[in-house]
C-alpha cells in the first residue's frame, strides 16, 4: 500500500520553486501476534502536478521529463 510520507520544495539553478511529494510503499509484515504490521519499502517521489522525480544524493532531486537537478530547501 502507498502513502503519502512528506511534501517539501526544491529549488533549480534557476530559482524556480518546485514542491516534491514522497510517497512510501508499506509492505505487509504481519505476524500471529501483529497480524497488520507493515514495515516501510521503496519511496517514490513526484512534483506536486505528477512529473518524476529520481532521489540522487541526500538533498539533491532530478526531475525527470525536464532534465534538470534540484536541491532541497528548507523555505
Do not use: C, H, Q, W
Not at 8 to 33: L, M, P, Q, W
Not at 43 to 67: C, H, M, Q, W
Request: hydrophobic letters at 35%; zero cysteines; proline letters at 4%.
Amino acid at each position: 500500500m502507498k502513502k503519502m510520507t512528506d511534501e517539501f520544495f526544491v529549488i533549480t539553478d534557476d530559482g524556480e520553486r518546485i514542491k516534491v511529494v514522497e510517497y512510501t510503499n508499506f509492505i505487509d509484515a504481519g505476524t500471529f501476534e501483529n497480524p497488520k504490521a507493515t514495515v516501510p519499502g521503496l519511496k517514490e517521489y513526484r512534483t506536486s502536478d505528477g512529473k518524476a522525480v529520481n532521489f540522487l544524493e541526500e538533498g539533491i532531486y532530478r526531475i525527470v521529463p525536464l532534465n534538470i537537478n534540484a536541491r532541497k530547501t528548507s523555505i
